[in-house]
């Protein structure tokens, strides 16, 4: 691995970390209510959930990975499930109230406890499958391109779920202004970005699949 996977593992979790849904409303809603040390046991259960998802796409798809590194036409497959889930996150119209509603299937009690919060955090990622979608596509991009080595794999994902806690760290830290600003807009706005950065992804993923890299540069740069 150089500088340059580090750099975009830290990206991917930098930008992982800000997808709108349950989990990151419930974020900022326990650290306001419950307090930093609440937030931080919670967020760890959010990251014990997404460290099963890329154990469970990686894993479930090793044989899929094995066969695009050799045949890199099934990028194409990569590049579609990036497209299907950045159009499901551009045309979602949930805002911050009916997310917090949803989680309230978990709901904890006002007193702090910690293990439930831990739980609550895992099984309100877990729960949620656009999560695995997102995660799928990731290693069905990063496997290939990393050849298939499980050291470099391990360090990328390293790196993805570090630069996602950091993230989160500072979310927990600004909890009280990141709530305030935002409103229905900046959620509608922050979702369609994000979308179209995912469907942008996938359609460069599966031109990777049959135009040849150099040309992928050229378009890129």
């Known amino acids: ?8 593992a830290f990206l991917i979790g930098f930008f992982m970390a800000f997808m709108i849904g349950p989990v990151f409303f419930m974020l900022l809603q326990t650290s306001i209510l419950k307090g930093a040390r609440a937030a931080v046991v919670f967020d760890f259960g959010v990251v014990l959930g997404d460290i099963c998802f890329i154990l469970i796409a990686y894993f479930g798809s090793k044989t899929l990975l094995e066969k695009i590194k050799d045949d890199p036409r099934l990028f194409f497959i990569g590049g579609l499930v990036l497209i299907v889930y950045g159009l499901i996150t551009y045309f979602d119209k949930q805002n911050k109230k009916e997310a917090l509603e949803s989680a309230k299937i978990l709901e904890v009690p006002i007193k702090n406890n ?20 997102g995660w799928l596509g990731i290693v069905v ?20 779920v570090t630069s996602y806690i950091i993230t989160d760290f500072a ?11 935002m409103t229905p807009l900046v959620i509608y706005r922050l979702k369609r970005i994000m979308g179209i950065i995912l469907i942008v992804c996938g359609v460069f993923l599966m031109l990777k699949g049959f135009i040849p890299n150099e040309k992928i540069d050229n378009l890129m740069y």
């Open 1 to 8: 691995m150089d500088f340059y996977d580090f750099k975009n």
């Open 171 to 181: 979310k927990i830290l600004l909890a009280k202004q990141l709530k305030k600003k």
């Open 114 to 133: 910690y293990v439930k919060l831990f739980f609550k955090g895992f099984f309100l990622n877990f729960i949620n499958v656009g999560v695995l979608a």
């Open 141 to 160: 991009v990063v496997g290939p391109t990393l050849d298939m080595n499980p050291k470099y794999i391990l360090w990328y994902f390293a790196t993805v």
